[in-house]
């Protein structure tokens, strides 16, 4: 499992609670090994409860799946050589 997959495919699912068994365990493998997947997961699930505070929605606006998106990519360009 890759970064990009991760945070693409599987993050907000896996912060709902939405996978597979499988998959829920591929992630938590990946994240334990990956220090910018869990920082994103972090300022996601942050991000979730503010917006969840303000709003009273579960779905994250697609505006705010960019702003993380951006947030990751900035800290996997961080790690390449
Ligand atoms: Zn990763």
Redesign the pocket.
């Known amino acids: 499992m890759k970064?990009k997959d991760?945070i693409v495919e599987f993050l907000a699912d896996y912060v709902e609670r939405a996978l597979s068994p499988e998959l829920t365990r591929e992630v938590e493998a990946?994240l334990r090994s990956?220090a910018?997947?869990m920082a994103y997961l972090n300022t996601y699930r942050k991000t979730r409860d503010l917006v969840g505070r303000q709003a009273a929605q579960v779905t994250m606006p697609e505006e705010m799946k960019d702003v993380l998106r951006r947030f990751m990519l900035k800290e996997m360009a961080k790690k390449s050589p």
């Open positions: 970064c991760v990946h990956c910018a997947c």
